[in-house]
């Protein structure tokens, strides 16, 4: 199994930070870089780190780099452009593992220009949110050989909890993408599920109780509807982001002649809350459509 001193990080968003808050925990030095050089100068053990002016920066302290950015072009320019990893002179022992939700189609592109050139490189999207993130419980779906998931697995084991690997290069995208187009689906689900018993007269933290114990219990009621009823909307994982992901799960339908009902209403549902301004609320934040056509909250 690989082992690991300096690591490199590109994106420290709301994802990216709490996983180099874990990394440092389980003591790598982090080559951090961001395009907002506060979110590098807000961790902590600042002498484990070490800020890189850009991605082919990060190449001159370690060979290893993790990315965690929010869409497929960020990859391929933090990968391709200018300044981008492959911009410069790269070692033989480069391994890229990138963990953004992205197309697999574009995933297996890099794997396969990475592989041509005798590289590593693993995907390895995540579940779990912010929280899991800054706990280090993250779920990681691997796509890649399998001698290169277990060179990652110390990196995995220090930022997540439930790592599987799911098959070949990409393998772990598709499986990020059924997971976020279930987790949109039960969202819109809950907002209407919720939205009616509310406007019907019984109090929602009452449904909430009872649906937690009852066949419709999930993610979004567990997670999300806590917070729906203290009215708060700040992220989290934003509509604009989870729109993103539904996007992908629409073009993958759509390249393989795939007829999927649900997923194309709820992408147009999705980008509706874009429309009204949401975007940048979290994902439970899609509740408020339901709440302006039903003229109620649902609140405690």
Not at 80 to 99: A, K, P, T, Y
Not at 107 to 124: C, N, Q, S
Not at 230 to 241: N, S, Y
Not at 248 to 268: Q, R, S, W
């Amino acid at each position: 199994m690989r082992k690991y001193e300096k690591v490199g990080l590109i994106g420290l968003g709301v994802m990216g930070y709490g996983m180099a808050l874990n990394l440092l925990k389980a003591g790598y030095t982090l080559v951090a870089c961001d395009v907002n050089t506060e979110r590098i100068k807000m961790l902590p053990n600042q002498d484990r780190v070490i800020v890189a002016k850009n991605a082919a920066d990060v190449l001159n302290y370690t060979s290893t780099v993790i990315t965690m950015l929010p869409n497929s072009p960020h990859v391929l320019s933090v990968l391709e452009g200018e300044n981008g990893l492959l911009s410069g002179s790269v070692g033989q022992d480069f391994f890229l593992i990138d963990m953004s939700s992205i197309s697999p189609d574009i995933t297996r592109e890099i794997g396969a220009k990475l592989y041509a050139k005798g590289y590593k490189f693993v995907d390895g999207p995540v579940s779990g949110g912010q929280s899991g993130a800054m706990n280090g419980t993250l779920t990681i779906m691997a796509g890649g050989k399998e001698e290169d998931v277990q060179d990652a697995m110390p990196l995995f084991e220090a930022v997540g909890k439930n790592i599987i690997h799911c098959g070949e290069c990409g393998a772990g995208q598709v499986v990020k993408v059924a997971n976020q187009l279930m987790s949109a689906i039960n969202l819109i689900s809950m907002s209407e599920a919720f939205t009616l018993g509310t406007k019907a007269g019984v109090k929602p933290e009452i449904i909430m109780n009872v649906i937690k114990g009852g066949s419709g219990r999930c993610w979004a009621v567990e997670d999300r509807m806590p917070h729906i009823l203290e009215g708060d909307f700040e992220p989290g994982f934003t509509i604009d982001l989870h729109t993103k992901d539904v996007k992908l799960a629409v073009d993958m339908a759509k390249n393989m002649n795939l007829p999927l009902y649900a997923t194309n209403l709820v992408a147009e549902l999705f980008k509706t809350a874009q429309v009204k301004g949401y975007g940048k609320k979290d994902n439970c934040a899609i509740i408020k459509l339901y709440e302006e056509l039903s003229g109620i909250t649902v609140r405690k």
